[in-house]
């Protein structure tokens, strides 16, 4: 039987910090988020699986999942998720998605180009809104302990 590898993304003690901290800044944002809805449950099910998927946090590749069909997404759009299938999607989540994925690889330091590519499709309210559940999915993602885990 051939070992697994574990490479699960955590944090280290100074991106801990910064998160930690950029959490407690925005700590309305994601409450605020949930409230208004400018991006349906659905569809953050659908961003916090982008991330998952760069993270590679098992448990909450999981939850995700469970909440994702609980939203209404599809197998096929799960499917889609994994593949990095973008054909035949609007360009408005195009650009979520890969914002998304992006943030996620730069641990939360994205390029302000891609921000601005969102907020010039989704407006900046909705672009705060996905910012805020990309803050959160990161964190408990990169906030998991590597053992036990294995890659997605």
Sequence with gaps: MQAHTFDKRIYTPATFLTAVGDLIRHREDLRLAVRRRHVDRAFAEKLMLVVTQVNRCRY???AHTWAARRAGVTEQEMLDLRVDAFAGLPAQEVAAREFAQHDAQQTG?????AW???VGLWGVEA????LAYLRAISF???LTPRHNMCPL
């Design 127 to 130: 672009t705060g809104e996905i």
């Design 116 to 118: 601005e590519r969102v």
């Design 140 to 142: 408990g993602n990169l």
């Design 109 to 113: 330091h994205y390029d302000q180009g």
């Design 60 to 62: 909450c590749h999981v």
